[in-house]
Every structure is written in structure tokens, then in C-alpha cells.
């Protein structure tokens, strides 16, 4: 059946409107998307297909084999069409544009599918052809045709040279572009597959998807303007919203066409990293169009039925337009089904009226009729498919068919994606079902056409499917997703009792745990972990993997700022092997020292302090003669001390484990190297910058001369190296250091690599101390954007960036915002972390202290005065923090003018500091400063004057004469010698 006629004045006027923002985008107005919002059924993809056939029909030759929207049989194999089978075009022939479509799905269990998957066989195609066009305009052709290179890189497609070697035309030159940019990016690329372009439905996978949008962007031009169709975008994955999102922010000329349903998209408003709540900051930039469609109107569904037979009566018409109700899916639907096909005589439907009263009404009832009608191989095959599921390995059906006798199976695996339509495929070892209610109706058929013992059978030979092909070369080869699906399919075998739970269930259910993270999809990874400790929970021989499972799973927790939920996974582990065994359990201390790190992301420092106590002595008091563990029990130990502000202890430690190691500068060399970063980390917390600095600058050597300049633990270094350069008041210096770093390691990793996130961090950090405000609430809020999107809005990270980016709206005198964001933050953190935790105080402290800068200063007062007591009993008085409030507070007093008050809280916070930090720290420095300009108000100028002249020289010699603090007095030093100037002396 071909394609339905394109009706309905709206429609018509929509398809004319798209043309026009095509040919604005060609003409170089810029990357544009135009969303088609309706409910499902509606015609939305059907508009799509005709703006298709109009570019189509305006050049030489069909771009594709055949326009989008017709079919050789069921209206559904072309109801979903956006891109065609690959397709060789005419050598010669410039190809007018270039068009790929990207399909946005869910598999059976919700989880997004990969669209951007659904590019690499149309590109692919296209390699040749982009080859012969570019290279025939000149040296213009040089960084697009690199850029085609790049694309194939990234799609992991083999060298381009052998993807169009028939390709006539093409300079050697262009070759050797083409080609040296596949090889550089995938050499960059090497050793992080979990990257590419097949990982695009999990958290955090949208940096290839960025990296296509930007080469893409390069190969478009005035004379190949690209089409990008996102169908059902409602459904989209994180990837795909990053690639439409850096498409939107290019300078190419790239025009994005995507459907979506009104309901969903208007639930995913705050749904962080959703097309919804994207669509809302691109309309917000002009850079979207939103057109919702309406039902077709009578007349235009009374059209369709008359194209098809053009002397139906007019009874019959209007029996068919009540029972389409204005969607033409469903017309089609009814239009397709055998009674109705079979009534057709004359030009027209002779259906009577118990025919029209027993025609189905909706997608389901419609789809279980065409079921009944479709040929016993594709019924065959479509009802196997579902015991995999909603995605499914073709590859697996003959198998499974053979077991179960059926006749025809490679026919029906054929017809089912064509002339049928009811799967298409998603790369070369996957397929899927094109809409989730023809897998309902497929997975409900099944049960009925198979008795248990049948499926149980083809259960069993899905699982040694599964199996053999893991053990096979060819294995690491296929898809994330393929190999997921495949997983995925032996464990819900095993899960529904339909395989055994036995040890090959296990290793398949570990695999897929490990898959998932290395895809960054955490929670779906501490699923498939819960579920390995259930299973493993029961059988004494599966101890080990039991006790793998749950440790991996406080690991996952906390990698998505669980910290709470990782502690108490931890925790009940640790009981649990207290209580098995008499004997110590070589598992406890590692579990300790895990439940103390675990306790430290908590705040919880002091509990973290007695596990890693624990750990130590449970490590030295086993049978082993390895120390290692013992040092990584003690190393974090000392940090732990270091966050507790017991600064000089943790230093301490850390320099006796650097004489422990057996052999520092050989095979050690990188547990010397963790040592003395933390010892460098320790040295600038208590304001020995020179010291620290010059530390980072030895490690970044040591690991450039022993990994190389980009790799990821000598640029971490680096990062490091700027913090302490931030911390010295060195900006220029850190600006430059960050400014390489970042784009460096977003090269080797990824802009959405954690550590990567992590830079960018610091760089803001950066820009907000140097003064360079409206740079750095830029920057904190792209930063708070990725971090929602990759880690969630309850992540630490993420709060961490929202209290940096109120922070620099306080220092950029936007006071309200500042503080508006500081109280939702608050509520945030509390709700999230608890009252008491050291982050949540850290906000209190910046809340109160806007308050402050804010001119209310009493509401700052009493909150200040409420954080002295909480943060005195959480971290105790002599914490650096702790002074720091008692600092904050004395100055709010002297600002309200209670001066007595103020000199006393003084006194204390210079004597904790100077005894805490050391009275050449900034922070003792600084309170010194205090301490004088009390002396100022107070009547004894000249006096004051001598001290600041004696804090300044003790401040250049210990921080040196350009930092922040040393400024700071220098200026009040120079305002209180212009008072004395004026005032003549002391009062």
C-alpha cells in the first residue's frame, strides 16, 4: 500500500513554513529546530516525510531510493520511515543535501534507546558522494572533508578510503585528509570505547554526541545544507539532546525537524537533561519553533477514503471518518485491514453495516486485527522475538526457531521488517520493534501461540545462545546496546524461572552490572547489583559474589552522591561479615576503609576516623606481608584528618607513609605520587603555598616524563597545580594553567568526564577570586546546566555548583539572586543531607553571610550566632571553619556597632587560628588585620598603623606581596596612614 495522500489545509501551509525555515538556514541564518507536537497518530511524521519529498522533488534524482512515506505493503512499514536503506547514489551527481533520521525509543523496561545509533548506515552511504563534493571545490574542501573523516571516526566505521574506493574524482590530498582525520580521532579516542557513538542512551554519554553535532556542522555549507529528523524527540535520550543542543549552537547550517507528544514534553519541563526542558532554553534563544498540529478535519479524512475509492458511498465515508476520529494513523489502520481491502469493487468500499460495526476502534484493537491477518512466518517470528524483548538479536531467531520446528523463519525475520513493518533495525546485531504497542500485541499473541513448555524452551536456547556468543571474538565487537540486550535477555530468562539461577546466570548479571557502569548508566548499574545480591544471597557457595555485589554497590551510591545510601550498604555489609564467621573475614577491612570513605563524603569524619582505625589494625593483623593495604588505610586516614582541620596531624602522616614505601621512585612511584599530592593538598591548607606549589610542579613533571602531556593523571595534576595558584593569589598563572587543562582533557575524556566537570569547576573558581565576575556566573552556569544533566540535581556536585554560582551573583552586588538561590539550596541540602552535615553548614555560612553584604544585617547576626553553635558541636571549636564563622560573626558586630562583642569573638578566633593554622597563614594574617582596625575605631591610630606595617611585612614574607590578603592590608594599611595623615596622631 503507497503512501496516503497528503491532505488538510494546515498541513499543507506547516509543510511550506518548514521549506521556508530550510531555505533561511541554507542561506546561512543560522542551525534551527522546528518541533511538530501532537498527540500520537496525529500525522506528525507523516509532515515530515512530505517536506522530505518536496526538497526531493527539486533536484535531478530521488536522494533516497524511494520518498519517504511509501511502502510496498503495510502502512506501517512506511508510518515511521525517516531514512531510507543504505543506498549507492549516482557517481557524478552532487548529492543536494544531506538528510539522517533518528529514531527516539524506549526499550521494555523504560529506558531510552540510542537514536543517534540509527546514523552510522545513513553516513556511511554518504561518505563516497561528501568524498566527490567536497573535493572538487578547492582547498574549501579541506576542514569539511577532515570533518567527514572525523564523523566516520567517530561511528567507528572502517578507513573511508575502503567505504567509497569507487568513488571517482577524489584528489589523493583528499584522501589523505579524509582519512588522517578518522585515524587521528580514533587514535585519540583509543582505550575509551564506552565513548562512541553506540552508548548514547545512558547518563553522562553526550561528548561523542557533541563531537558529531560540531563535525557535522563543519561539512554542512550553502551547497549541502543538512536535514536532522528527530522522531518521537519526547523519547530521546541524553545524547541525542546534547547533539541537538550543540547542532542549535553551531554556526552551520543544519535545520533540526522533530515530533513529540504534547504531554510528555510538558512533563519533562524540569526533567534535567530532557527534550522538554531543552526545548524551553532554545525557544528561549530563538533558535526553535514549536507548530502543534490539530486532528485532521472531516474533510480531509473524507479526502483520504475517496483517494482510495473514489465512489464510496457517502454512509460508508462517514462510518470510516466517526471511527478514524480525526487521526489518520488510524484511518490507515482501518483502510489496510482485509475485510475492507476485500470490499473494494467499483471504486468503491462496499462495507455493510455489521462490517462497520465490528470495525476496531484505537491503536491496540487495530493492531490485534492486522496481527490475525499477517502471514504464519512473520506471526512466527514476531511472537519468538518478544521472549528477548522489546530490542532482540536477530541472529537468535533461526536458533530458536529450528528448536520449535517453524518453517520459514529467515521469510518471516524478512517480511516482518518489510513489506510489515513491525521491526526495523537498530545496528547490524540488533532490531527492534518500531512501536511499543506492536510489541504488546506481539508479547501478548505469544503466550497464546506457544505453550510454556515451548517458551521455556526457547528461553533456554536464547540463554546458551547468549552463552556461546560472549565466548566468541566477535563479542567486544558489537554494540553497548547489542550486547546489553543480549544480557539483559539471559537475565529476564533467569529472573522469570524460565533458565536456572545458576553460576553462568551470575557472570552474565556481573557483566551487565560492569556494562552499565562503564556506560555511567549508576542506577540502572546498582539495579542489576541489587539483584546479584539477591540472587547470591541464597547459596553459601556464592559468598564471594554476594559480597562483590553489595561492596560494588555502595561504590555506585556513591558515585551518584548517595552518600547515605552507600553508608548504609557498607555498613550492613560489614555487619554481616562480623556475624558470619567466627575467624576475621579478610573482606573486613576493606569494607571498613570503603565505610570510611563513605562516612567522610557524609561529613560524618569522626565516624570515618574509627573505621580507618579499625582497617588498619585488621589489615595488620592478617597473614599477608604485603603493607599496601595497610598504606591505603592510613593514606585515607590522613585525609580524613586533613578534613577535620587537624591540619598538622594529617601532614604528619602522610610524611611518615613516604618513608614506608618500599621503593618510592620505582614500582611504588604511583602510591608516592597519591602521598605527596595529598601532602601538597595538606601544605596549602595551612597557607604554605610556595611549598605546595612547588610539590605539584615536581608531580607534573614526574608524570608528563613518565605518561606523557595528556594523559589524564598529568593533567589532573595540573588542575591541582592551578588550584594552589588560585590559592596563592597567582590568577594569571592558574587562568593560563586551566584555560590549557580543560580543553585538553575534555579531548581525552570527554566534556562530561566527572574529573573533566571537575576542571571546569575550578576554572570558574578562578575567574569568580580574579575579579572577572560576569565571566565566572557564565561559566558556573553552563557548568550547573552539564552537571544537572550528567549527574542529576540532587548529586553533590551539582549543589556545589548552584552554591558557586550564588556566590558570584553576591559578588557581583546581584544580592536577591544571590540569596533566592542560597535558600533554595538550603532546603535542597538539608532535605538531601541532613542539618548537620558540613555542606549543608557551608551554606548556612554563605547564606548568612549575603545576608550580611546584603545591609540586613541583624536576620545575618542571629544566623551566624545559630552556625557558631551548630558548626562548634559538629566539627568542633577548633576546626577551621568553626573560626571562620566566629571571624564572620565579629565582623557582622562590628558592623552593627557591638563593638565590645566583636573585639571579644576577635580575640578567640586569632588565637584559634594562630594555634590551628600558624601565624603565617592567610586566615591568622587577615584576623591580625582585624585586630588593628579595631584598634583604629577605637581611637589608637597610630598604634593600629604600626601593627598593620608589621602584618604587611609578615604577610609579603609569608604569602608573598601580590596576594589577595597581602592587598587587603596593604589597602587598610594605607587608609588608616591617610587618617593619621589627616587626624595628627593618637586621640
Request: glycine share 10%.
Amino acid at each position: 500500500m503507497s503512501a496516503p495522500e497528503f491532505v488538510g489545509e494546515e498541513r499543507i501551509r506547516l509543510v511550506e513554513t518548514l521549506l521556508g525555515r530550510f531555505r533561511e538556514v541554507r542561506r546561512g541564518g543560522g542551525s534551527r529546530l522546528c518541533l511538530l507536537a501532537s498527540p500520537t497518530g496525529w500525522g506528525k511524521t507523516r509532515v515530515v516525510q512530505e517536506v522530505y519529498g518536496q526538497l526531493a522533488r527539486m533536484h535531478a534524482y530521488d536522494y533516497w531510493p524511494a520518498i519517504l512515506g511509501q511502502g510496498d505493503g503495510s502502512w506501517l512499514e512506511s508510518r515511521k520511515r525517516i531514512f531510507p536503506p543504505p543506498f549507492e547514489a549516482p557517481a557524478g551527481v552532487p548529492i543536494p543535501f544531506l538528510w539522517l533520521g533518528l529514531s527516539c525509543d524506549r526499550d521494555q523496561m523504560g529506558q531510552e534507546l540510542a537514536a543517534l545509533q540509527y546514523a552510522e548506515r545513513q553516513f556511511e552511504a554518504h561518505v563516497g558522494p561528501l568524498a566527490e563534493l567536497l573535493a572538487s571545490k578547492g582547498d574549501r574542501w579541506k576542514s569539511r572533508l577532515g570533518a567527514v573523516g572525523a564523523v566516520a571516526g567517530l561511528f567507528g566505521l572502517p578507513d573511508p578510503v575502503n567505504l567509497a574506493l569507487t568513488w571517482h574524482g577524489v584528489a589523493t590530498a583528499g584522501w589523505d585528509v579524509l582519512t588522517g582525520e578518522w585515524r587521528a580521532l580514533r587514535q585519540r579516542r583509543a582505550g575509551f570505547e564506552s565513548r562512541s557513538v553506540d552508548t548514547y542512551g545512558h547518563e553522562g554519554q553526550s561528548e561523542a554526541a557533541k563531537e558529531l553535532a560540531a563535525n557535522l556542522s563543519r561539512i554542512s555549507g550553502d551547497d549541502l545544507p543538512i536535514v536532522i529528523v528527530v522522531d518521537d524527540a519526547h523519547w530521546a535520550d541524553p545524547g541525542t539532546v546534547a547533539f541537538v543542543d550543540r547542532l542549535l549552537a553551531s554556526s552551520g547550517r543544519v535545520l533540526v525537524l522533530a515530533t513529540g507528544w504534547p504531554d510528555r514534553l510538558a512533563l519533562q519541563v524540569d526533567e534535567a537533561g530532557s527534550f522538554g526542558a531543552a526545548l524551553g532554553a532554545w525557544m528561549g534563544k530563538g533558535c526553535a519553533d514549536r507548530f502543534d498540529l490539530d486532528q485532521l478535519p472531516t474533510e480531509a479524512v473524507e479526502s483520504l477514503i475517496l483517494a482510495r475509492a473514489p465512489r464510496t458511498g457517502a454512509s460508508v465515508v462517514r462510518a470510516l471518518v466517526e471511527r478514524a476520529d480525526g487521526n489518520p494513523n488510524h484511518l490507515q489502520g482501518l483502510l489496510s485491514l482485509r475485510l475492507v481491502q476485500r470490499s473494494l469493487e467499483g471504486g468503491a468500499f462496499q462495507l455493510s453495516p455489521p462490517d462497520l460495526e465490528g470495525l476496531p476502534a484505537g491503536d491496540r484493537e487495530i493492531y490485534q486485527r492486522i496481527w490475525r491477518e499477517l502471514p504464519d512466518p512473520v506471526r512466527d517470528v514476531l511472537a519468538l522475538s518478544t521472549v528477548q524483548g522489546r530490542q532482540f538479536n536477530p541472529d537468535w531467531i533461526p536458533i530458536a526457531g529450528e528448536l520449535l520446528r517453524l518453517t520459514d523463519v529467515e521469510r518471516g525475520l524478512g517480511e516482518s521488517r518489510s513489506p510489515w513493518g513491525w521491526i526495523r533495525s537498530v545496528d547490524r546485531a540488533l532490531d527492534a520493534f518500531v512501536e511499543s504497542g506492536l510489541f504488546e500485541t506481539a508479547r501478548d499473541e505469544c503466550r497464546t501461540a506457544y505453550r510454556p513448555q515451548e517458551l521455556e524452551a526457547a528461553r533456554g536456547a536464547l540463554v546458551r545462545w547468549v552463552g556461546e556468543v560472549r565466548n566468541r571474538p566477535e563479542w567486544p565487537d558489537l554494540s553497548a546496546q547489542a550486547r546489553q540486550a543480549a544480557l539483559e535477555a539471559h537475565v529476564g530468562a533467569a529472573e522469570d524461572g524460565l533458565a536456572p539461577i545458576d553460576a553462568a546466570a551470575l557472570m552474565v548479571l556481573r557483566e551487565l552490572a560492569e556494562l552499565l557502569w562503564e556506560l555511567r548508566a549508576y542506577r540502572a548499574s546498582a539495579g542489576a547489583l541489587e539483584k546479584l545480591e539477591a540472587w547470591t544471597a541464597v547459596d553459601p557457595a556464592w559468598t564471594d559474589q554476594n559480597i562483590w555485589a553489595r561492596y560494588n554497590r555502595a561504590t555506585v551510591l556513591s558515585a551518584v552522591g548517595d552518600s547515605e545510601g552507600a553508608v548504609a550498604c557498607a555498613r550492613a555489609l560489614l555487619q554481616d561479615l562480623l556475624d558470619s564467621t567466627d575467624a576475621p573475614d579478610p573482606n573486613v577491612p576493606n569494607v571498613r576503609a570503603a565505610l570510611g570513605r563513605f562516612l567522610g563524603e557524609a561529613g560524618r569524619t569522626e565516624e570515618a576516623l574509627s573505621q580507618f582505625d579499625e582497617a588498619i589494625r585488621g589489615h595488620r593483623g592478617g597473614d599477608g606481608v604485603d603493607d599496601s593495604p595497610v598504606r591505603r588505610a592510613r593514606r585515607s586516614r590522613a585525609k580524613a584528618l586533613l578534613d577535620l582541620g587537624r591540619l598538622h596531624e594529617g601532614i604528619e602522616e602522610l610524611r611518615a607513609l613516604l618513608t614506608e614505601i618500599p621503593d618510592p621512585g620505582g614500582a611504588d612511584a604511583p602510591e608516592s605520587r597519591t602521598i605527596r599530592a595529598l601532602l601538597a593538598e595538606g601544605l596549602a591548607e595551612t597557607g604554605r603555598w610556595a611549598e605546595s606549589i612547588d610539590e605539584y610542579r615536581a608531580l607534573v613533571g614526574e608524570r608528563t616524563g613518565a605518561f606523557g602531556p595528556d594523559d589524564p593523571s598529568t593533567l589532573f595534576t595540573r588542575s591541582d597545580l592551578a588550584r594552589n595558584l588560585l590559592g596563592a593569589g597567582r590568577f594569571d598563572e592558574a587562568l593560563a594553567e586551566l584555560r590549557d587543562v580543560v580543553p585538553r582533557l575534555e579531548g581525552v575524556l570527554g566534556a562530561d568526564d566527572p574529573p573533566v566537570l571537575a576542571c571546569r569547576n575550578d576554572l570558574a573558581a578562578c575567574l569568580r577570586e580574579a575579579g572577572r565576575l560576569e565571566e565566572a556566573i557564565a561559566e558556573d552556569t553552563r557548568l550547573l546546566a552539564d552537571r544537572t544533566r550528567v549527574f542529576g540535581p540532587d548529586h553533590h556536585a551539582t549543589l556545589r555548583t548552584r552554591n558557586n554560582l550564588a556566590s558570584a551573583l553576591g559578588a557581583a552586588g546581584e544580592y536577591a539572586r544571590s540569596i533566592e538561590e542560597l535558600e533554595s539550596l538550603l532546603a535542597d541540602r538539608t532535605r538531601l543531607s541532613g542539618s548537620d552535615h558540613p555542606l549543608t553548614l557551608t551554606v548556612r555560612g554563605n547564606l548568612a553571610s549575603a545576608l550580611a553584604e546584603a545591609g540586613r544585617l541583624d536576620e545575618a547576626a542571629v544566623q551566624m550566632e545559630l552556625l557558631l553553635d551548630d558548626r562548634s558541636r559538629v566539627l568542633g571549636s577548633d576546626h577551621p571553619l568553626t573560626i571562620l564563622a566566629r571571624e564572620n560573626l565579629s565582623v557582622t558586630y562590628s558592623w552593627l556597632g557591638r563593638l565590645e562583642e566583636s573585639a571579644a569573638l576577635l580575640e578567640r578566633a586569632l588565637a584559634d587560628s594562630d594555634r590551628v593554622l600558624g601565624p603565617s597563614h592567610p586566615d591568622t594574617l587577615k584576623l591580625r588585620m582585624y585586630r588593628a582596625i579595631h584598634r583604629y575605631g577605637s581611637g589608637e591610630v597610630t598604634e593600629s598603623l604600626e601593627e598593620l606595617e608589621g602584618i604587611l611585612a609578615d604577610a609579603i614574607e609569608a604569602v608573598g606581596p601580590d596576594h589577595p590578603t597581602t592587598r587587603n592590608i596593604r589597602s587598610e594599611r594605607d587608609l588608616v596612614r591617610q587618617g593619621l595623615m589627616k587626624g595628627g596622631g593618637t586621640a
